[in-house]
């Protein structure tokens, strides 16, 4: 997508620090940190949120949920424990119009869930 700020990003068209990549996936430290450790999970491929997974098979899906565990591990909160957030939509706050997760910790978090 030409606008979204995170095809930007992916096409190293906007820096980034970058976490951890692959071919499918990217994880990036997010630029207002919630956490001290706070990292964006994200597909190359352009889907608008989670609510557009159904264009993707299983496995695909699957692999995602296997990279942020990695990216866990690479960010030195796997042992520690993390938290995983996807915002959907406006009432969820969805800023970005491009599939993300949030990994969140290095402290003890607080919040709904
Ligand atoms: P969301 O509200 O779930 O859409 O989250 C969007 C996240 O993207 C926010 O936490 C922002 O701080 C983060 N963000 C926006 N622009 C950038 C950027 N250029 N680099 C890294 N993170 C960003």
Redesign the pocket.
Known sequence: MDDC??CK?IREE?P??RVLEDGEFIA???????APV?V?VMPREHLASLDEIGRWDGGRAEKLLHFTVAVAEAAGVRESGYRV???VGPD??????HL?L?VLGGERLGGLA
């Open positions: 700020i995170f990003i906007i980034s620090q990036i430290r997010d630029i207002a940190p919630k706070h964006l957030i996807i915002n969820a706050g969805q800023e970005v119009d993300h949030h």
